[in-house]
């Protein structure tokens, strides 16, 4: 058991590597040096996205049945890599080619990290603090990329590429922290065999298990939404007429934010009924999105705060549903399968923003991305909703 304890610090290590992140505050200024507009940006991420995309399931399954310590690994040098290659590239597909890289690390990651957590808490007895630790390491990430905002102006300023030097090696502290994980050994009554089981399993649970999909299909969308905001918040600093120098700044403010509200999410969850927990978050993240598009003015920096305090909040919480309605061996699989969903809506949405960006107006792009979200995050979460009791 105390093996399996020293598994939580090395989930921090690779949270961390992963969230301190030196290269997104300056990021959109990176490529707009590069020739690249707000639509190619959007596209390049949406190439990343299709990556995920295509390794999301299959990395899922591996780390269910090759192990979530070789799939983290793994993740990780690929991790290490795509930042490399960043380093010394110029122009769209040179990128294209780091972002594909960048994303299939992604994938091995992602999933088999909170399934790393979940199941070393439950063979030490204590899954019930899965919310409170998940809080805490995504509040970890929040805090690193916080500090690394602060960096990230100070390199910026010697050249927009210096950043991507510095989070090579950055990226590269997840891989000794991957390979002195230790598998725990999982309490299952049957194993998948095949991909074949894998595709029946995830049959089953959008034909049949109404409680996993609705929390699958929850989580995702608030992920995509969260993921959208962020992409949408350097140009709302443009747009506001910032100095690049307080990008930075208020970036790790930003993250800062986040940090806070997600290692307090656990004494939130449960404390509504919920019904009007679901409730509450999808009505303050829409809120978010259409205030903000609103108020594109340096005043309207307060609903940024807003998204991102419930955005804490949101991550943890919904991650656990997911998890109590997840057996073990396919517990990475399922997790998955939620980041596939936040993938695929982000490569289709996007570049749709991304070219409303351009060419309507930021406004418009907002109001859009935040009606969006929160009719689909109502559709999803209407079985629970229309509940009196759950």
């Known amino acids: ?87 010394f590239s110029y122009g769209f597909w040179a990128f294209a080619i780091a972002e594909i890289i960048l994303g299939i ?26 919310v409170k630790h998940e809080g805490r390491i995504t509040s970890a990430g929040n805090f690193a990329e916080a500090i690394a905002g602060i960096a990230a102006g100070f390199l910026a300023a010697i050249s927009l590429r210096t950043p991507f030097y510095f ?49 699958i299909l929850l989580s995702a969308v608030t992920g995509t939404a969260t993921l959208t905001f962020a992409w949408l918040v350097q140009p709302f600093f443009k747009a506001i007429g910032l100095p690049v120098e307080m990008f930075g700044i208020l970036w790790t403010a930003l993250n800062l934010t986040v940090g806070i509200s997600s290692a307090f999410a656990y004494r939130a969850e449960g404390f509504f009924a919920r019904r009007w927990e679901i409730l509450g978050i999808i009505v303050l993240l829409s809120a978010g999105y259409f205030l903000t598009g609103l108020t594109i003015v340096r005043e309207g920096i307060v609903f940024l705060f807003l998204f991102y305090v419930v955005r804490g909040l949101a991550t943890p919480v919904f991650k656990n549903y997911i998890n109590q309605y997840t057996q073990s061996n396919v517990r990475a699989t399922m997790l998955s399968v939620r980041n596939l969903v936040i993938r695929i809506s982000f490569a289709v949405i996007g570049p749709l923003l991304g070219w409303m960006t351009d060419n309507v107006s930021l406004n418009t792009a907002f109001m859009l991305a935040g009606g969006i979200y929160l009719a689909a995050a109502l559709a999803a979460g209407f079985p629970w909703l229309r509940k009196q009791k759950l």
């Open 167 to 215: 989070q090579f090696a950055v990226a590269a502290i997840a891989v000794p922290a991957s390979l002195t994980l230790i598998e725990p050994k999982l309490n299952v009554t049957k194993h998948l065999h095949s991909v074949k089981s894998m595709m029946l399993d995830i049959r089953r649970v959008f034909l049949t298990d109404t409680n996993l999909r609705v929390s």
């Open 105 to 130: 690390g992604h994938s091995f990651v992602s999933g088999a990290d909170s399934a790393m957590l979940y199941d070393s808490l439950k063979s030490d007895g204590k899954s019930e603090k899965y």
């Open 1 to 87: 058991m105390a093996g399996l304890k020293g598994n939580i610090p090395r989930l921090y290590l690779v949270k961390i590597s992963k969230w301190f992140n030196l290269v997104m505050p300056v990021i959109v200024l990176f490529y707009q040096d590069n020739g690249m507009g707000m639509h190619d940006i959007f596209v390049l991420k949406s190439v990343y996205s299709v990556a995920i995309v295509v390794m999301e399931l299959p990395s899922g399954w591996m780390a269910d049945q090759w192990g979530r310590k070789k799939t983290l690994v793994s993740g990780s040098l690929l991790g290490s890599l795509g930042f490399l290659i960043y380093s």
